[in-house]
C-alpha cells in the first residue's frame, strides 16, 4: 500500500514538475522568436501555479495515519482509547490559526494528545503560533509535551517563554517523569523525556520499580534509540524528529536523515523484543527543506485490550496500520 500511496503522490509530482518543464522550454524555444508578451506571460503564469500547487501537495496537505495497538496489558478501562501523536509543528501553518491542523484532530475524537517535540524551529522560532496551537488543542483533549531537540537550542530567554507559554495554556510538560492516566478505575503509566536524556541512564532510573505488567506509554523526540528504549519496561514508544526522510521514493523510503544512509528508523511501526514504536512523518520543516512524497502526517492510535486468542502466536502485542 505504501509502494503505491508513494507512486501516485510521485507521478502527481511529476505533471506539476512536468508542466514548469515545458513551459520553460517554451520560453527557450522561443526565446529568439518574436512572441507576444501575453504568451510569455501565460506561461510564466503557468509554471507559477504549476510549482505553487506541487508546494501545497507535498507540504500543506495533511494525512492522518490510524493505528490499531492491541495487547493483553491494556485494561478494560482504557480498550478503545484514542491518541493523536502531532510532532514536528516548527514554524508550520495550516489556515489562519492553524485551523485546519486543529479541525483534523478534532476529527480523531483523541482522549489525549501528545507532542512529541520540536514544535518550535530553533531559526524561525514563532513561540506565540506553538502556544496558540496548543491551547487551542487543549480545547479538545488534555495535552501531554516533552521537548525536542530545536527546543534545546532555544535561547534561555525563549525556552522560557515557551515553557511559561505551554503551561499557561494547559499542557502537562513531561521532564524526565513518569505519570499514570486514570479511566473508569484503570491506570496506565505515561513516560515523558527531554531530548537531553534520551541517551543517559534516565528512562532506566524511571521505570526501575515499575509494574512490568501495567501498560506503558514513552514519548521520546528521537526514534534512533529504539535499543536502549527496549531495555526498560516500556510497552509503546512514539517518535519524530526525522520527518519521514522528507524525499520519499518508493523501494526505498526516505532519503534525508540525522541517521545517515540508508536510515532505519524515520517513519511508520518498528519493533525490539517487546518494544513497539511508531514514528510520526511530523507536521512542519526544518529550516527551509522541503518535502517531496512525504505529506505531513498526524497519527491516530487506537488502544484496545485483547485476549491472547486475539494476538499473534506468542506475542503479547500487535500493532497494525488500519489507514493512511
Excluded at 514538475?17 to 503557468?46: C, E, H, T
Excluded at 492491541?70 to 485494561?75: A, D, G, N, R, V
Amino acid at each position: 500500500m505504501l509502494y503505491i500511496e508513494s507512486g501516485y503522490n510521485l507521478l502527481r509530482a511529476g505533471g506539476y514538475i512536468f508542466v514548469v518543464q515545458k513551459g520553460v522550454y517554451f520560453m527557450k524555444r522561443n526565446s529568439d522568436k518574436p512572441v507576444s508578451p501575453p504568451k510569455r506571460i501565460l506561461a510564466a503564469i503557468v509554471c507559477l501555479i504549476a510549482l505553487l500547487m506541487l508546494y501545497y501537495s507535498q507540504n500543506k496537505t495533511l494525512d492522518i495515519t490510524e493505528y490499531q495497538y492491541k495487547s493483553e496489558q491494556i485494561p478494560e478501562g482504557f480498550d478503545k482509547f484514542c491518541i493523536v501523536q502531532i510532532s514536528d509543528l516548527h514554524y508550520a501553518s495550516f489556515g489562519t490559526d492553524n485551523k485546519r491542523l486543529i479541525d483534523e484532530i478534532s476529527s480523531c475524537d483523541p482522549d489525549i494528545i501528545v507532542i512529541t517535540g520540536d514544535i518550535v524551529d530553533k531559526q524561525f522560532t514563532n513561540i506565540p503560533r506553538s502556544v496558540s496551537f496548543v491551547a487551542q488543542a487543549c480545547k479538545i483533549a488534555p495535552v501531554y509535551y516533552v521537548t525536542g531537540n530545536h527546543e534545546t537550542e532555544l535561547s534561555d530567554e525563549d525556552c522560557a517563554e515557551l515553557m511559561n507559554g505551554l503551561e499557561n495554556a494547559g499542557a502537562a510538560i513531561l521532564e524526565d517523569e513518569v505519570i499514570e492516566l486514570e479511566r473508569l478505575g484503570d491506570h496506565i503509566s505515561l513516560i515523558g523525556l527531554k531530548d537531553e536524556s534520551l541517551q543517559g541512564g534516565m528512562l532506566h532510573m524511571l521505570t526501575d520499580g515499575m509494574d512490568p505488567s501495567q501498560f506503558s506509554l514513552l514519548l521520546a523526540h528521537e526514534p534512533q534509540f529504539l535499543d536502549l528504549y527496549s531495555e526498560s519496561p516500556v510497552d509503546l514508544v512514539l517518535s519524530g524528529h526525522e520527518h519521514g526522510g522528507l524525499i520519499r521514493l518508493p523501494f526505498i523510503g526516505g532519503l534525508i536523515s540525522h541517521q545517515g544512509f540508508p536510515p532505519k528508523y524515520i517513519e511508520g511501526m518498528h519493533k525490539n523484543g517487546d518494544t513497539t514504536m511508531i514514528i510520526s512523518r511530523g507536521i512542519g520543516n526544518s529550516s527551509l527543506l522541503l518535502r517531496v512524497n512525504c505529506q505531513p502526517e498526524i497519527v491516530c492510535i487506537e488502544l484496545q485490550k485483547a485476549s491472547p486468542a486475539e494476538l499473534p502466536d506468542g506475542e503479547h502485542q500487535s500493532l497494525s496500520k488500519i489507514k493512511e
